[in-house]
C-alpha cells in the first residue's frame, strides 16, 4: 500500500497538480501508510518531508471538537450548558441561550466576525473573545445551521479554557500531542519551527479580493485567503478554526486516538463518548456553504465524496484540500497536506487508489 500511495503522490507532483503533499494512513491501530512528496517552498525548491509542517485551515476544527468533548466526558460541563454560565460575557446581547451543543453544530447564530478589526485584532485571544461576546445572533440561535468558519475556533476555545483553567493551545499540547508524542501540529508556531512550514501557493494569486456587503464569515480584507497562513504573525498567533499548522502524520494519528482500542493503547475519548460526539445534529443546513451533514463538531461523511460517501466517517475538511477523519467500522484514520490551492482537486485519484489497496 506505501508503495501504491508514493507512486500516485509522485506523478501528481510530475503533472504539476500538487506542489508539496502528504498522507499518512492508520489501519487497525498501525501507521500503513506515510508519504510525502514535492517541494514545501518552490522558490528555494526546499524538499516536503514527513516531518514538514502545512497550513491545514479547517482541519484544525476536528481539534477543537476533541477537547471540548473531553472536557465533556470529564464532567465539567454539559453539551446543553448555556455558554454564558461558564462565559458571563458571551451572555450579552440575546446569546445568553446559547448552549456548547448550538456552538459545535454550528447553530449558535454568530458565524459573522466582529466589524471594524484587522489581522492585529484577529491575532490576539482576549481581543477577539471580547469583541464575539458582543455580538448579536443573524437568527434565533438553534434553528438554523449555517457555517461558523472562523467564530467557531474563538467561541468553543473560550469555553475549553473557562472550564480548564488553561490557555487553548496549552490544553492541546498536553491532552493530544503529548500523550500521542506528537510533534506536527500547532495552534500558533514557536519560532524554532517557522523553517518547517509550508509556503501556500495559489495559481490565480493577484486575483482582486471581492467586498461584500453586510456581516462576513470571512471578511474580505482576509483575502487573498490562502496567503493568511504565509504571515508570520497569523501562523504565531492561536486562532483554532482557520491557523491550524499540521502535518498529515500528526492529523491521523489524533484520529486513530479515536478509533475504538485507540492507537498504541492511548483512546482520547472512550467508544460511547464517540458515539454520542458522531450523532447527526439538526436543524437542517441553512445554506449552501453548509452542505455537509453536522455532528458535534465534526462533519459526518467527512471524507464526501472522495472516500465513497461512508456515512461512518467523521473528521473535517479544511479550505485548499487538507483533511483528516476517521472511520469507527474500518479500523480507518486519515491525515492529508497540501500547499498548491486552487489547482485541480486531484484528491479522488488518491483516495480512490486507497480504497482500491483496501479492498473498498
Not at 56 to 83: C, N, P, Q, W
Not at 155 to 174: N, Y
Not at 180 to 194: A, F, K, T
Amino acid at each position: 500500500m506505501q508503495n501504491q500511495i508514493q507512486s500516485i503522490l509522485e506523478q501528481l507532483i510530475a503533472e504539476g497538480n500538487e506542489r508539496g503533499v502528504q498522507l499518512a494512513v492508520y489501519k487497525d491501530g498501525k501507521l500503513v501508510v506515510d508519504a510525502w512528496a514535492g517541494v514545501a517552498n518552490a522558490t528555494e525548491g526546499t524538499p516536503v518531508d514527513g516531518e514538514t509542517l502545512f497550513p491545514i485551515f479547517s482541519t484544525g476544527k476536528g481539534i477543537v471538537a476533541t477537547l471540548a468533548h473531553l472536557m465533556v466526558e470529564r464532567g465539567l460541563i454539559s453539551y446543553d450548558t448555556r455558554i454564558a454560565e461558564v462565559w458571563p460575557e458571551f451572555g450579552a446581547c440575546g446569546k445568553e441561550g446559547i448552549t456548547l451543543r448550538q456552538a459545535l453544530n454550528h447553530s449558535s447564530g454568530i458565524p459573522h466576525m466582529p466589524r471594524g478589526i484587522g489581522f492585529k485584532e484577529m491575532c490576539a485571544w482576549e481581543t477577539m473573545c471580547e469583541k464575539i461576546a458582543q455580538l448579536t445572533p443573524l437568527w434565533e440561535p438553534g434553528t438554523k445551521v449555517e457555517y461558523h468558519a472562523m467564530t467557531y475556533g474563538w467561541i468553543v476555545g473560550e469555553v475549553v479554557r473557562r472550564v480548564d483553567g488553561r490557555p487553548f493551545a496549552q490544553c492541546m499540547e498536553e491532552e493530544i500531542k503529548e500523550p500521542l508524542g506528537i510533534n506536527g501540529l500547532y495552534m500558533g508556531i514557536p519560532d524554532s519551527v517557522e523553517g518547517q512550514v509550508a509556503i501556500l501557493e495559489h495559481p490565480g494569486a493577484g486575483i482582486p479580493e471581492v467586498k461584500m456587503e453586510g456581516p462576513e464569515t470571512v471578511p474580505s480584507w482576509m483575502g487573498p485567503l490562502y496567503d493568511i497562513m504565509n504571515r508570520p504573525d497569523v501562523r504565531r498567533a492561536c486562532i483554532p478554526a482557520t491557523a491550524g499548522i499540521g502535518n498529515a502524520r500528526s492529523i491521523a494519528r489524533h484520529y486513530a486516538a479515536l478509533l475504538p482500542g485507540g492507537v498504541d493503547g492511548i483512546s482520547l475519548l472512550p467508544e460511547h463518548r464517540i458515539r454520542l460526539a458522531t450523532e447527526r445534529q439538526g436543524p437542517e443546513p441553512g445554506s449552501e456553504d453548509s452542505p455537509k451533514q453536522w455532528a458535534l463538531g465534526y462533519q459526518i461523511c467527512a471524507a464526501y465524496p472522495f472516500f465513497g460517501n461512508r456515512v461512518s466517517t467523521f473528521g473535517h475538511d479544511g479550505f485548499g484540500g487538507s483533511i483528516g477523519f476517521a472511520d469507527p467500522e474500518l479500523r480507518l484514520a486519515v491525515g492529508f497536506t497540501r500547499n498548491l490551492y486552487g489547482a485541480e482537486d486531484k484528491r479522488a485519484a488518491i483516495f480512490g487508489e486507497l480504497r482500491k489497496e483496501l479492498g473498498l
